[in-house]
């Protein structure tokens, strides 16, 4: 399995981005949770959102809640971040990534089946 993400660019603070991921090999990825995570310089990697197989669960990190929207599209085997209202704290490497529970995606520590390579956001003041 394959993940490739792309969207990333450079964003003046208060602008959006739209984060894309898609997934490419097994055909029955789909039943997979889906999520971002991301890392800043001199920082560990940390949570960004996940959503469950159907789509109906969805969990965020506290820093991003009510700004960014994960969601997903089976049919193409893609999975978006919706990124609003960015701050220039919000500057990373966003990695996409598979595995078999969304909620515990956001567990610190957890390690998801598969990743893919990250795109650069940059979020200037």
């Known amino acids: 399995v394959q993940l490739q993400a792309s969207g990333g660019g450079l964003v003046q603070a208060g602008g959006s981005l739209r984060l894309s991921c898609a997934a490419s090999?097994?055909?029955?990825?789909?039943?997979?949770?889906r999520g971002w995570y991301r890392q800043a310089p001199g920082k560990e990697r940390e949570f960004v959102a996940s959503?469950?197989?159907?789509?109906?669960?969805?969990y965020y990190a506290d820093s991003v809640k009510g700004r960014f929207t994960i969601s997903r599209d089976n049919d193409k085997n893609r999975v978006y971040l919706q990124m609003n209202s960015l701050k220039p704290e919000d500057t990373a490497v966003y990695y996409c990534a598979a595995g078999l529970n969304a909620q515990a995606m956001g567990v610190p520590r957890y390690e998801p089946d598969n990743w893919g390579q990250g795109t650069q956001v940059t979020v200037s003041s």
């Open positions: 090999g097994r055909t029955f990825f789909s039943t997979y949770a």
């Open positions: 959503i469950n197989w159907s789509g109906l669960s969805t």
